[in-house]
């Protein structure tokens, strides 16, 4: 199986800047073409099938001594849709210095610029370097979000287990608060021996479920006022197993 193509969106309506590019890289990418700003919409409009990469055809034209972008519109309602925030959208122009390019990507709407005349080599290395920052940015994104998942999970974990303990001690007035208080204390020396992390939850845990075999122990028999006979506390014994 062919490893899958990074996917290029490419914004132009001249036909020969579309076959250049389509020329130069047929091999490396998937290309998809919108020559409009309604047909780049509607290519954006699936959200599990989006671009890597949107190279948008914008060009600068001097009105009253000052160079104007054309075709920023779309990039701005690109910018408006929030599933779309962190796709690279990068400036593919033959008109219009660095500086008004710069003025753009400064202003947080796109990250790159390309000049269409520019040789095959310098499109690739401006290319590579939008769609890797994105995987980048999506990997470091997915990893705080298993983090952030995994926290939530241990410390639903905990509280439950908290819970339960308490349930166990709430059946004996004598022994109320009586696990969370041995597994703290286990905590406490646990760190105190600079035991790995891991080692020190395990020892937490324990000590909250070490009295659990009560929950099997009668209740005329656990909270019985007067001495136990031989018998019941024979059935005492048996709680930590």
């Known amino acids: 199986m062919s490893e899958q193509k990074d996917v290029v969106l490419l914004v132009e309506d001249e036909d020969a800047d579309i076959e250049i590019f389509r020329d130069e890289f047929k091999d490396d990418y998937e290309i998809r073409t919108a020559r409009n700003e309604a047909k780049c919409l509607i290519e954006l409009e699936d959200r599990d099938n989006l671009p890597d990469v949107i190279l948008l055809d914008i060009y600068w034209i001097e009105e009253k001594e000052i160079m104007e972008p054309k075709g920023i519109e779309i990039l701005k309602k690109i910018r408006a849709k929030d599933y779309m925030k962190d796709i690279p959208v990068i400036i593919y122009t033959r008109k219009g210095g660095s500086t008004e390019a710069l003025k753009i990507i400064k202003e947080g709407g796109a990250q790159d610029w390309i000049e269409k005349d520019r040789g095959r080599y310098e499109k690739e290395i401006r290319i590579k370097k939008a769609i890797e920052f994105k995987k980048l940015v999506k990997k470091l994104e997915q990893t705080e979000k ?46 105190k021996f600079g035991l790995p992390a891991q080692e020190i939850e395990a020892i937490e845990t324990v000590g909250l479920l070490h009295d659990i075999g009560k929950i099997g122990i009668p209740e005329e028999i656990l909270l019985k006022p007067g001495d136990l006979t031989d018998e019941e506390f024979e059935v005492i014994k048996k709680h930590p197993e």
């Open 146 to 191: 298993e983090k952030v998942e995994e926290q939530t999970t241990r410390k639903t974990f905990f509280e439950i287990i908290r819970a339960f303990a308490n349930a166990i001690d709430s059946k004996d007035q004598y022994t109320h608060g009586h696990s969370v208080r041995v597994a703290d204390w286990a905590k406490k020396i646990a760190q």
